[in-house]
């Protein structure tokens, strides 16, 4: 939010919540009802549209999403090194609210103004006048709106919302205080509203111009350098008319330099050319892949999880993974997804990047999923993939000291008392027993081949603790559940972390992802992985040391 929230900042739906979407339902069912129902004559291919273009908009700006986060963990072309905190994704979550708003105006403009009724698909006229409307006016009320805003009045009420996010994403570009946004879209209304009136208008030239506004707004935010520089060498006047996204990443890290919105020919023109725009945009070009000092491996868990994944849903993976009844509606779509990831992606790629001390972080993602949910054959593909993300993180020279989850699927048919076993000292091996009943024990080590008949049979009071990463199912409201094995992260890692482990809470790490983290600081040159187990009290006084704290409160299941 803006330092000095002004009048008109919050969305008029904000309270409606996750519920914002029906405001909207009359006018979609009416629609869809009229496009059925009426005979060919009778339908209005337009106003049906505009439901479905909303949700094209919605998919087209998450793939931006997933396509930003995959390149900028990635490293190469990334423009600015600065990871992104939850703080600024709770704050980017209402990147829909223009969505929602442009929806409702575009239905009521369709009953306010018959011109709108009957539009034909395509009006060559009315793609031109929508472009020269826009290289014109628009862009040239942008610039000097946008230079207002920067004003120290309507910047500490508005615009200051925008420029919390100082590494921007996608999303980024359409986060504005409602106010803000109404002039913006008074603006974007000039060409369109133009053409309507002159009876110019088509379907075409309303989604067309509305499509590369989004893709330019996703473009300039992305983070990541993608325009290439032969494009300038063949027409060079290009640079006055296209923006790149290094441009504007200077604006959000310089704040008074490049302003346009679009097209940088007023910047050049009025002087607020950024003069390291060009030097910034050549060595984000050359930026090449980055090479991690640590790899921390994970793979998918279940159908759902590809939602909470960082690539993802952003607003889900920034909360402990954890079953949404809106996601159960999208299971055909959930499927399709499954199959294309972990059916004919075959190999790990990287999901995510972090920095601590000087270490550079990388989670791998095992495009198969867990032991519990897949057959045979995902088994066996799963423990190839493992190999050979091994034996690629070898060539770059890094070690893999983290399996996470994967630890299960080397060890599954093995038993789990003695595998324990192996991982205590001489003196802790006697205080750890098989339990045959749940009459006297009031601690329980439980894995994942723990049963729901088994919980049931504990004693009131018993403390469950998992030794897997899967947190167990909350059964018994008399017993208590204590968090898989995780600490804490140190205040300079979490001022880059966006995204929850699994079922972990915020700015919280598994123990096995904080053992690879504290190997590669340590200097320990070996392998951890399977049921291989360096020293267990060396690694807990370590990771002290590095500011871990422990997990006092429990994670939910």
Same mark, same amino acid.
């Given at each position: 939010?803006?330092?000095?929230?002004?009048?008109?900042?919050?969305?008029?739906?904000?309270?409606?919540?996750?519920?914002?979407?029906?405001?909207?339902?009359?006018?979609?069912?009416?629609?869809?009802?009229?496009?059925?129902?009426?005979?060919?004559?009778?339908?209005?291919?337009?106003?049906?549209?505009?439901?479905?273009?909303?949700?094209?908009?919605?998919?087209?700006?998450?793939?931006?999403?997933?396509?930003?986060?995959?390149?900028?963990?990635?490293?190469?072309?990334?423009?600015?090194?600065?990871?992104i905190?939850?703080?600024?994704v709770?704050?980017?979550?209402?990147?829909?609210?223009q969505?929602?708003?442009?929806?409702?105006?575009?239905?009521?403009?369709?009953m306010?103004?018959?011109?709108?009724?009957?539009l034909?698909l395509?009006?060559?006229?009315?793609?031109?006048i929508?472009?020269?409307?826009?290289?014109?006016?628009v862009?040239?009320?942008?610039?000097?709106?946008?230079?207002?805003?920067?004003?120290?009045?309507?910047?500490?009420?508005?615009?200051?919302h925008?420029?919390?996010?100082?590494?921007?994403?996608?999303i980024t570009?359409?986060?504005?205080?409602?106010?803000?946004?109404?002039?913006?879209?008074?603006l974007?209304?000039?060409p369109?509203?133009?053409?309507?009136?002159?009876?110019t208008?088509?379907?075409?030239?309303?989604?067309?111009?509305?499509?590369?506004?989004?893709?330019?707004?996703?473009?300039?935010?992305?983070?990541?350098?993608?325009?290439?520089?032969?494009?300038?060498?063949?027409?060079?006047?290009l640079?006055?008319?296209?923006?790149?996204?290094?441009f504007?990443?200077?604006?959000?890290t310089?704040?008074?330099t490049?302003?346009?919105?679009?097209?940088?020919?007023?910047?050049?023109?009025?002087g607020?050319?950024?003069?390291?725009?060009?030097?910034?945009?050549?060595?984000?070009?050359?930026?090449?892949?980055?090479?991690?000092?640590?790899v921390?491996?994970?793979?998918l868990?279940?159908?759902?999880?590809?939602?909470?994944?960082?690539?993802?849903?952003?607003?889900l993976?920034?909360?402990?993974?954890?079953s949404?009844?809106y996601?159960r509606?999208?299971?055909?779509?959930?499927l399709?997804?499954?199959?294309?990831?972990?059916?004919?992606?075959?190999?790990?790629?990287?999901?995510?990047?972090?920095?601590?001390?000087?270490l550079?972080?990388?989670?791998?993602?095992v495009?198969?999923?867990?032991?519990?949910?897949?057959?045979?054959?995902?088994r066996?593909?799963?423990?190839?993939?493992?190999?050979?993300?091994? &034996?690629?993180? !070898?060539v +770059?020279?890094?070690?893999?000291?983290?399996?996470?989850?994967l /630890? $299960?699927?080397?060890i *599954?048919?093995?038993?789990?008392?003695?595998?324990l076993?192996?991982? &205590?000292?001489? !003196?802790? +091996?006697?205080?750890?027993v098989?339990s045959?009943?749940?009459? /006297? $024990?009031?601690?329980? *080590?439980?894995g994942?081949?723990?049963?729901?008949e088994?919980?049931q049979?504990?004693?009131?009071?018993?403390?469950?603790i998992?030794?897997?990463?899967?947190?167990?199912?909350?059964?018994?409201?008399d017993?208590?559940?204590?968090?898989?094995?995780?600490?804490?992260?140190?205040?300079?890692?979490i001022?880059?972390?966006?995204?929850?482990?699994?079922?972990?809470?915020?700015?919280?790490?598994?123990?096995?992802?904080?053992?690879?983290?504290?190997?590669?600081?340590?200097?320990?040159?070996?392998?951890?992985?399977?049921?291989?187990?360096?020293d267990?009290?060396?690694?807990w006084?370590?990771?002290?040391?590095?500011?871990?704290?422990?997990?006092?409160?429990?994670?939910?299941a």
């Amino acid at each position: 939010m803006a330092s000095k929230p002004g009048i008109l900042t919050d969305w008029p739906w904000k309270p409606l919540g996750s519920f914002k979407y029906v405001i909207l339902a009359p006018w979609a069912i009416h629609g869809t009802y009229s496009f059925i129902a009426k005979g060919e004559s009778g339908r209005d291919l337009g106003y049906f549209l505009i439901f479905p273009f909303l949700l094209a908009r919605m998919l087209h700006n998450q793939i931006w999403i997933s396509l930003s986060r995959y390149r900028t963990a990635k490293g190469n072309n990334r423009i600015v090194d600065r990871g992104i905190e939850f703080e600024q994704v709770d704050r980017e979550t209402t990147w829909d609210d223009q969505i929602l708003f442009n929806g409702a105006i575009f239905y009521i403009g369709y009953m306010a103004l018959p011109q709108t009724h009957n539009l034909p698909l395509w009006e060559s006229i009315g793609l031109i006048i929508t472009a020269l409307l826009h290289a014109g006016p628009v862009e040239f009320l942008y610039y000097w709106f946008h230079r207002a805003l920067h004003h120290h009045f309507l910047y500490s009420r508005y615009h200051s919302h925008h420029h919390s996010s100082i590494v921007t994403e996608p999303i980024t570009s359409v986060v504005h205080p409602f106010a803000e946004y109404i002039v913006y879209f008074m603006l974007f209304t000039i060409p369109l509203l133009t053409t309507v009136f002159t009876g110019t208008a088509s379907i075409a030239s309303f989604a067309g111009y509305i499509t590369f506004i989004d893709f330019m707004n996703n473009l300039g935010h992305c983070n990541f350098e993608l325009i290439p520089k032969w494009l300038f060498s063949i027409f060079p006047p290009l640079k006055y008319l296209i923006y790149t996204p290094s441009f504007h990443s200077l604006h959000h890290t310089q704040f008074r330099t490049n302003y346009s919105l679009f097209m940088p020919l007023y910047d050049y023109v009025y002087g607020t050319m950024d003069k390291s725009t060009d030097t910034l945009y050549e060595a984000s070009l050359k930026r090449p892949e980055e090479s991690p000092d640590v790899v921390h491996l994970t793979h998918l868990t279940t159908p759902e999880s590809i939602y909470h994944l960082r690539l993802g849903f952003a607003s889900l993976a920034s909360w402990p993974h954890s079953s949404k009844w809106y996601l159960r509606l999208l299971w055909p779509v959930t499927l399709f997804w499954s199959v294309i990831i972990s059916g004919i992606y075959g190999h790990a790629f990287v999901l995510e990047r972090i920095t601590f001390k000087a270490l550079k972080l990388q989670s791998w993602l095992v495009p198969r999923y867990n032991i519990q949910y897949i057959v045979q054959w995902q088994r066996e593909a799963l423990n190839t993939l493992i190999e050979e993300a091994i &034996l690629d993180a !070898e060539v +770059k020279g890094v070690k893999v000291l983290s399996l996470g989850l994967l /630890n $299960q699927v080397a060890i *599954l048919y093995k038993d789990e008392y003695e595998k324990l076993r192996l991982r &205590l000292t001489t !003196e802790s +091996k006697s205080n750890l027993v098989i339990s045959t009943s749940f009459t /006297n $024990q009031k601690i329980c *080590l439980v894995g994942d081949r723990w049963i729901e008949e088994e919980q049931q049979k504990a004693p009131k009071g018993t403390l469950f603790i998992p030794f897997s990463q899967f947190p167990p199912k909350k059964l018994r409201k008399d017993c208590s559940y204590q968090a898989t094995p995780a600490m804490i992260a140190p205040t300079s890692l979490i001022s880059n972390m966006h995204s929850c482990e699994n079922w972990l809470p915020r700015r919280v790490m598994s123990a096995w992802r904080i053992a690879g983290i504290l190997h590669a600081l340590e200097g320990w040159n070996v392998h951890e992985c399977g049921n291989t187990m360096f020293d267990i009290d060396k690694v807990w006084q370590a990771s002290l040391q590095h500011g871990f704290r422990p997990l006092t409160t429990p994670a939910a299941a």
